[in-house]
C-alpha cells in the first residue's frame, strides 16, 4: 500500500546498492538490517564493558580499573545493553518482520520509520561521545536522584545520559506510532486480529507500551534538566523536592520498560517453537491475552522495585500483590510453550535451541522474581548480586537467548542464505554454558550478601572463588558470540542458499522469496486463519484437512502495478539537526537555537515532501 | 478462524479496493493518520499525566515563595480558557469549509484560531512575567514556581507549535496549495488542536480552581 | 571435533545439575559466611527468611517439575524419520484455565504471610527500644544514641535482646542502611526519616554496607555491628559517654597539638576540643577496630596512609590531604589511637 509518489517499476524491482542508497533508504527491511547491525555492534561494546567490570571483580580488592572507571562502566553497560542492544535488536525484527508477516508492503510511514533509525544512531552516539570527552556517565542505569543532582554530579556525564535518553526516547515513540498503525490498518484481507501472529500481537503491546511509558521518563529527564541547567527543585532535598519522585517517574517508565524488552522475545519463541515441533502455539489466544494483561497491569507494578525506600506497609503490600499478579500471566505462558512440544515432531535446529534455552532460562529467571515480589524477602535481596542475577536471567536468559533464536530462524528469509547449523549449535552451548556459569553462581552472591553497583571487595567475606567463577563464564559467553561471527563471515559468501521456506513453517513472511523483492508480496494474500501458510500447505481441521487456496502465481502486471515511496533524505538530515539543537545544550545557546531552527525548517520540508505527489502512473 | 465466507470476503475484498484507491486508508476502513495522531495524544496525555501528577504531589510542599492564591490570575485565565474553547469552533469551521472547498474562509478560519492561539500564547508571557517580575516567583523560588512554570510552559509550547503548524496551512491556503483534499492532513491538526484545549482545561481546572 | 560437539549437551548437563546440587548444599557451599543473609540473627531476620525459605521450596518445585516437562518432551516427540504430520493441537481451555488457577493459588501462599510480615515489621516500635539516628553520607555513617547521649561514627554497638529502634536520614544523597546477618535493609532518603526495627538475638561481630549506590566510594561505604550482652553494652556504653581520655605519651600529645591547630578542628567533633559535623565523631577513635568506614584495620600504619592520602584509600573521599607527613602524621596517629 503505497503512501507518496510512484517509481518507475522496471529500475526498481531490485533493490538499489550502494553507500546513498542505505542513507537514504525508507525500505522497512533495509532500516531493519540497519537497527540489527547496530544493535550488534552496541551489543559487543556493552559485552567488553561487561568483561572490564568481571575481570576487576575477579579478585578482591583489585586495581585493575578505579572506581570511578568501575562506575562508569556498570552504568553505560546497563544503558548501552537496554537502549542500544536489546530494544533496537527487537526494533530491527519488527522493523523487517511486521509487514511480511501481516502480508503489508511496507510500514504505514516509511520516512518516518527511517528517521526513527537515524534519530536512534545519533542517540546512540550522542551517549557515547561522552567517552570522548572523558565524562562518560556515572549514574547507574537508573540515574537516581539526587547523586545526579548538579551537586553531586558536576560534570557533564550524566547531562549526556540524560539528553541521550531523550533522543532514544523519541526515536522509540516514533516507531511506536509507526508500527501501531501499520499493524492496526495495514493488514492483509482477512487478517483479522485474533488472526495475527502470536509475533504480531507481542509487537502491538509493545508498542502500545513504547508510547505510554516512554512519556514518564521523558517527564522525568525533563525535570532533572531543568534541575540540573536551570536550578528548578523538582528532586532538590534543600527546597523541599523529593528524589523519590524520581524513582516514581523513571519506574513508571521502567517497569512497562522490561516487558518491552522480553514480550518481542516472547513473540519470537511464540513462532520458532511451532515452526520446528510442526504443531500450532498451544493455547495461542491465551497466549495473547497474557501478552495484553501484561501489558496493561504492567502499569500498576512499578513500585516492587522501591520496596526498601520506605513507603509504608499499605503500599508495599498493594505493589507486592499486584506484582504477584502479574506473575500468573507471565508464569502460564511458559506452560503453553511446552506443551506445544507435546505430541509434536521436534527438529532441534539452533534457532530452536535457542528458544528452548529462552524457556528454560526465562523460567529461573521468573522464579527468582517472584522471590522478589514479596518486600520482606526483597529487603534481604534487593541491591545485592541476587538480583543482577535475576535480570540476567531475564534480560539475557530470555530476552537475548529469544532474540537470537530470532537471527538464527530468519537469517535465512533475510540474506537468502542459510546459517551453518553446527556453527549455530557451538554457539548454542557455549553461551548456555557460559551464560549459566556467569550467573548463577551471582544468586549465591546475592545470599551471601554482596551488594550490586561495588568495584571491590574485602577478601575474607567468602566472595572470592564464586566471582572469579563467573568472570571466566563471562569469556566463555564472549567466545559463544565469535562463533557467531565465524559463521556469518563463512555462510554469506559459501552458505547454502534458502529458498522461500527452509524450516517448513507456518506464517506469511516464509510465501515470499529469500531475500523478498523490494515490494515483498507482488499481490498481497487474503489471510484464512493463523498460520496462513500452513493453512497453504496443509489445512487443518477447520478447513476439512484440505489447504486453502494459494494466491495466484504473480504476473509483471501486478509488478508494474506497485507503488514504492521512494528513497529520502529528509529524515537523516532533520535527525542530524535535532542532534545538533541538543548537542546546543552542552554547548552553546546558540547551536541551541541554530540547530532547532534547523529542525523547524527540516520538519516542514518532510511533511511537505509529498504535499503534492506527481501524477500517479495509473 | 473459520474459513472465509462469502460475506466476509466481499467486505475484505471491498475495503481492500477501497484503500488501492487512497493508499491512506486502511483495511479497517480507518485513515492511517487518523489513527496515528489518536495514538500520539495518548502518548501526550500520559505525558501532561506525568506534569500533572507532579505539581499535584508537590501541591502545598514548597518551603517558601508566592502561594498560588496570592499570584494567581483568575480572570486572565478564564479568558485564555475561553480563547481556546473559541479556537476548537473556529477550527471546526475551518475544517467544515475546506471540506465544502471555500478555501478563503477556511483559510480565514484557520487564521482566528491561530489567532485565538497565539493570543493564549501571550496570556501566558504576560502572566509569567507578572509572577517573576512582581510576585519575584521564578523557577527556582519553591517546587511551586519550578513545577507551575514547567507543566504551564510545555502547555504553551504545545500551543505554540500548533499555532505554528495552523499558520502553515494558512499560508499554503493562500498560495493555492490548500484543497478539500488535505481534508484529514488539517483534520488532524484540528484533532491535536482540540487536545491542546482540553489539556488546558485539565490545568486550569485542577491547579487553577482547585483551592 | 564432532565427538566434542556431541559431548557438549552433556557436559552442559551435568554442569548445570551440579551447580544446582550445589546450590542446595549438596556439595558443601558455605552459606555461613560474614554478611550471609540467610543465617539471620534477630526476629526481623528470622521472619523473613521463613518467607524466604518458603517461596524456595516451592520455586525449586516448579522449577523442576517445568524443566523436567521440557527436556522429557523434547527427547519424546523428536522427530522420527518418516513419521506424518503430528495432530495440530490448538489447545485446552480447561487445561489452561486450570493450570492459571493453580499458579495463582501458589502465589496467594505465598502473599498471605507476606503482607502479615509487612505489616508486623513496619509496626511502631515500642517506648521501651533502644533509639539509634542514624545518618547516611558520602562514605560513611553516622550513629547517635540520644537517650545515652553517644555519638560515634562506623561501629555501631547493640545490646542483645533489645529491640532497637532505627531512625534513618541522609543528609546528602541516598543510601541504604543493610546488616545482611540480622535482617533486610532500609533506604536512607534526604529530607526524610526512615524506619528500621529489629531485636538482635545473638551476641557476636557483624558487618554492614551501604545498599545503594551513592557515588564514587559506594562500595567502601561499610560499617561494623557489635552486639553485645546487656552488661558488655552498658560498659561499652560508660565508656562512650566518658569524656576524651588525655595523651600521656609524649608522640600523642604532640599530635593533639597538631590537631587543635590544623583544619581538623572544622570536620571533626572531639568533645572538649571541638565541634565539627562534617566528618566523624573521633571523641573514641581509639576503641573502634576499623577505620574509614571498616575500610581497615584501625592500626597506626594504616591510619597514617590514611592521614597522608585520604583519596587514595577511598577514591572521592571528601577529607582532603592536609599535607600532614612524616612526624606529623604518625604524632596524630598516636593521638587519634589513644582516644579509647
Known amino acids: 500500500m503505497a503512501t507518496q509518489a510512484a517509481f518507475m517499476p522496471g529500475t526498481q524491482t531490485k533493490a538499489e546498492t550502494g553507500l546513498w542508497s542505505w542513507i537514504t533508504t525508507v525500505d522497512h527491511k533495509r532500516i531493519g538490517i540497519l537497527y540489527g547491525v547496530s544493535a550488534f555492534i552496541f551489543f559487543l561494546i556493552g559485552g567488553v564493558e561487561a568483561l572490564i567490570m568481571r575481570m576487576q571483580l575477579a579478585v578482591p580488592d583489585n586495581t585493575l580499573v578505579s572506581a570511578q572507571r568501575f562506575n562508569e562502566l556498570f552504568t553505560m553497560h546497563g544503558t548501552t545493553m537496554i537502549f542500544l542492544g536489546i530494544m533496537p535488536l527487537g526494533a530491527a525484527f519488527f522493523n523487517y518482520m511486521v509487514p511480511l508477516m501481516i502480508g503489508a508492503r511496507d510500514v504505514a510511514y516509511p520516512r518516518l520509520n527511517a528517521l526513527s533509525y537515524w534519530i536512534f544512531l545519533s542517540g546512540a552516539l550522542f551517549l557515547h561521545a561522552s567517552f570522548v570527552f572523558g565524562v562518560p556517565p556515572d549514574g547507574g542505569w537508573f540515574g537516581y536522584a539526587n547523586l545526579t543532582s548538579k551537586q553531586f554530579s558536576p560534570t557533564q556525564s550524566i547531562d549526556f545520559w540524560m539528553l541521550g535518553l531523550q533522543i532514544l526516547g523519541i526515536a522509540s515513540m516514533l516507531a511506536g506510532f509507526n508500527f501501531i498503525v501499520t499493524i492496526i490498518n495495514m493488514r492483509a484481507p482477512g487478517m483479522t486480529l485474533m488472526r495475527m501472529p502470536v509475533f504480531i500481537w507481542m509487537t502491538l503491546v509493545v508498542q502500545f507500551l513504547v508510547v505510554l511509558a516512554f512519556p514518564a521518563i521523558t517527564v522525568a529527564l525533563i525535570l532533572l534538566m531543568f534541575d540540573r541547567f536551570f536550578g528548578t527543585l523538582f528532586y532538590a532535598p534543600a527546597g523541599g523536592g523529593d528524589p523519590l519522585l524520581w524513582q516514581h517517574l523513571f519506574w513508571i517508565f521502567g517497569h512497562p520498560e522490561v516487558y518491552i524488552l522480553i514480550l518481542p ?264 486463519g493463523r498460520d496462513e501458510l500452513w493453512l497453504q500447505k496443509h489445512g487443518d481441521e477447520h478447513t476439512g484437512g484440505k489447504p486453502v487456496p494459494r494466491p495466484p502465481a504473480a504476473t509483471a502486471a501486478d509488478v508494474a502495478s506497485i507503488h514504492l515511496p521512494p528513497p529520502s533524505y529528509w529524515p537523516i538530515v532533520l535527525a542530524a539537526f535535532m542532534s545538533m539543537m541538543m548537542s546546543g545544550l552542552l554547548v552553546s545557546f546558540i547551536l541551541v537555537i541554530a540547530g532547532g531552527l534547523l529542525t523547524l525548517w527540516s520538519m516542514y520540508k518532510f511533511a511537505m515532501e509529498y504535499h503534492r505527489p506527481p501524477a500517479e502512473a495509473h | 478462524m473459520a474459513g472465509p465466507g462469502a460475506h466476509g470476503e466481499a467486505a475484505v475484498h471491498g475495503a481492500a479496493a477501497h484503500a488501492h484507491h487512497d493508499p491512506n486508508i486502511g483495511t479497517t476502513g480507518l485513515d492511517n493518520r487518523k489513527v496515528g495522531m489518536w495514538i500520539f495524544l495518548g502518548s501526550d496525555c500520559m505525558f501532561f499525566g506525568s506534569l500533572i501528577g507532579t505539581y499535584l504531589s508537590y501541591k502545598g510542599k514548597s518551603l517558601g515563595g508566592p502561594t498560588p492564591a496570592e499570584v494567581f490570575n483568575i480572570p486572565l485565565t478564564s479568558y485564555s480558557a475561553a480563547l481556546l474553547l473559541f479556537s476548537s469552533l473556529t477550527m471546526v469551521l475551518a475544517l467544515d469549509a475546506l471540506k465544502a472547498n471555500r478555501i478563503k474562509a477556511s483559510a480565514w478560519w484557520l487564521f482566528a484560531t491561530a489567532m485565538a492561539g497565539l493570543h493564549f500564547v501571550l496570556n501566558q508571557v504576560y502572566e509569567f512575567a507578572e509572577f517573576v517580575l512582581h510576585y519575584g516567583l521564578t523557577l527556582h523560588t519553591s517546587l511551586f514556581g519550578s513545577s507551575f512554570f514547567v507543566l504551564t510552559g510545555f502547555h504553551g509550547a504545545h500551543v505554540t507549535g500548533g499555532v505554528i503548524w495552523l499558520l502553515i496551512w494558512v499560508g499554503l491556503a493562500m498560495r493555492g496549495k490548500l484543497d478539500p483534499r488535505d481534508y484529514t492532513k488539517v483534520e488532524v491538526a484540528g484533532l491535536y488542536w482540540h487536545f491542546v484545549d482540553i489539556v488546558w482545561i485539565a490545568i486550569f481546572t485542577i491547579i487553577y480552581l482547585i483551592p | 571435533m564432532k565427538r566434542l560437539a556431541s559431548r557438549l549437551p552433556l557436559a552442559a548437563s551435568l554442569l548445570g545439575v551440579g551447580l544446582a546440587a550445589a546450590g542446595c548444599g549438596a556439595l558443601g557451599w558455605p552459606w555461613d559466611t560474614p554478611m550471609t543473609t540467610v543465617i539471620p540473627k534477630s526476629d526481623f531476620g528470622k521472619e523473613t527468611h521463613d ?134 535493609k532500609r533506604d536512607v532518603v534526604p529530607h526524610r526519616v526512615n524506619r528500621l526495627t529489629m531485636t538482635p538475638d545473638t551476641p557476636g561481630e557483624y558487618i554492614g554496607q551501604c545498599a545503594e549506590y551513592c557515588g564514587e566510594s559506594h562500595a567502601n561505604m561499610r560499617f561494623r555491628v557489635v552486639v553485645h550482652t546487656p552488661e558488655e553494652f552498658e560498659r561499652w556504653a560508660k565508656a562512650q559517654q566518658a569524656p576524651p581520655v588525655e595523651p600521656t605519651e609524649p608522640l600523642a600529645q604532640q599530635g593533639k597539638a597538631l590537631f587543635a591547630a590544623n583544619a581538623c578542628v572544622g570536620c571533626h567533633t572531639i568533645r572538649g576540643m571541638s565541634a565539627g559535623q562534617i566528618g566523624p565523631d573521633l571523641t573514641h577513635f581509639g576503641s573502634r577496630k576499623t577505620l574509614g568506614a571498616n575500610l581497615l584495620p584501625n592500626t597506626a600504619e594504616n591510619l597514617v596512609r590514611w592521614i597522608e592520602n585520604p583519596s587514595h584509600v577511598k577514591p572521592g573521599n571528601r577529607m582532603p590531604d592536609l599535607g600532614m607527613r612524616g612526624e606529623q602524621s604518625k604524632a596524630l596517629a598516636a593521638y587519634l589511637l589513644s582516644l579509647k
Open chain 1, 265 to 528: 522475545a516472547m513473540g519470537i519463541v511464540s513462532e520458532v517453537l511451532p515452526t520446528f515441533a510442526r504443531k500450532p502455539l498451544f493455547g495461542a489466544p491465551f497466549v495473547i491475552y497474557s501478552g495484553i494483561t501484561i501489558g496493561f497491569f504492567g502499569f500498576g507494578v512499578w513500585s516492587h522495585h522501591m520496596f526498601s525506600v520506605g513507603m509504608g506497609p499499605v503500599a508495599d503490600s498493594a505493589f507486592s500483590v499486584a506484582t504477584m499478579l502479574i506473575a500468573v500471566p507471565t508464569g502460564v505462558k511458559i506452560l503453553n510453550w511446552i506443551a506445544t512440544l507435546w505430541g509434536g515432531s521436534i527438529r532441534f535446529s539452533s534457532a530452536f535451541l535457542f528458544s528452548l534455552g529462552f524457556i528454560a532460562m526465562f523460567t529461573m529467571g521468573g522464579l527468582s522474581g517472584v522471590m522478589h515480589a514479596s518486600p520482606p524477602v526483597d529487603l534481604q535481596q534487593t541491591d545485592t548480586y541476587f538480583v543482577v542475577a535475576h535480570f540476567h536471567y531475564v534480560l539475557f536468559g530470555g530476552s537475548i537467548f529469544g532474540l537470537v533464536s530470532g537471527i538464527y530462524y530468519w537469517w535465512p528469509k533475510m540474506f537468502g542464505r542459510m546459517l551453518d547449523e553446527r556453527l549455530g549449535k557451538w554457539h548454542f552451548w557455549l553461551m548456555m554454558i557460559g551464560f549459566n556459569v556467569t550467573f548463577f553462581p551471582q544468586h549465591y552472591l546475592g545470599l551471601i550478601g554482596m551488594p550490586r553497583r561495588i568495584y571491590t571487595y574485602a577478601p575474607d567475606l567468602g566472595w572470592n572463588f564464586w566471582n572469579l567463577v563467573s568472570t571466566i563464564g563471562a569469556f566463555v559467553i564472549a567466545l559463544s558470540f565469535l562463533t557467531f561471527l565465524v559463521n556469518v563471515w563463512r555462510t554469506q559468501r559459501s552458505g547454502a542458499v534458502a529458498g522461500p521456506d527452509p524450516w517448513d513453517a507456518r506464517t506469511l513472511e516464509w510465501a515470499i522469496p529469500s531475500p523478498p523483492p523490494v515490494y515483498n508480496f507482488a499481490v498481497v494474500p487474503t489471510v484464512h
Open chain 3, 51 to 184: 518467607i524466604f525459605m518458603l517461596i524456595s521450596w516451592w520455586s525449586l518445585g516448579i522449577f523442576v517439575v517445568v524443566e523436567a516437562a521440557l527436556v522429557y518432551f523434547c527427547w519424546r516427540f523428536r522427530e522420527r524419520p518418516g513419521a506424518p504430520l503430528p495432530k495440530q493441537t490448538h489447545g485446552h481451555t480447561p487445561l489452561e484455565i486450570g493450570w492459571t488457577v493453580a499458579f495463582a493459588v501458589i502465589l496467594l501462599i505465598f502473599a498471605i504471610p507476606t503482607i502479615r510480615s509487612i505489616f508486623r515489621t513496619q509496626e511502631v516500635p515500642a517506648a521501651t527500644a533502644l533509639r539509634v539516628e542514624v545518618a547516611g553520607k558520602q562514605w560513611w555513617w553516622e550513629f547517635s544514641y540520644p537517650a545515652l547521649r553517644i555519638q560515634t561514627a562506623n561501629e555501631l554497638h547493640l545490646p542483645v535482646g533489645q529491640t532497637v529502634a532505627f531512625n534513618l536520614n541522609a543528609p546528602d544523597v541516598i543510601h541504604s542502611f543493610w546488616i545482611p546477618r540480622l535482617g533486610g
